[in-house]
């Protein structure tokens, strides 16, 4: 019976401790969510302020690729559309063909001429 009881105290530390662990999960995974707000921000501001030589410079360096620009789209869209679609302009006048392969695995960025 002693141990019973005993074995009850050492289930509800344990029970204590995983509930902490998960709130400090949850705190993490909300700090998580508001650094990636602000990064998607940011980025967002600096699609829109990227010119065609920029947008030219990054490519011949390597920076901007589909891989980078496929990324970059899936955490910007929709909320950063506009952005988005600013900087598919942009990169249309740089590489037409990285352009139009971007069109097509995010189809709501068609250009609407």
């Not at 995974?29 to 921000?41: A, R, T, V, Y």
């Not at 010119?51 to 990054?58: D, F, I, P, Q, V």
């Not at 909320?79 to 995010?106: G, I, M, P, T, W």
């Amino acid at each position: 019976m002693e141990g019973c009881g005993k074995r009850s105290v050492d289930n509800s530390k344990e029970s204590e401790q995983e509930e902490a662990g998960k709130a400090d999960i949850n705190e993490e995974d909300f700090h998580l969510k508001i650094l990636k707000d602000i990064c998607c921000e940011l980025l967002s501001n600096m699609l829109q302020e990227l010119t065609k030589e920029n947008t030219l410079e990054g490519l011949h360096q390597g920076h901007l690729n589909e891989q980078t620009c496929s990324c970059a789209f899936q955490n910007l869209l929709p909320l950063y559309f506009a952005s988005v679609e600013s900087f598919l302009e942009v990169l249309r006048e740089a590489d037409q063909a990285l352009a139009d392969n971007l069109e097509k695995r995010f189809p709501s960025l068609k250009v609407h001429t």
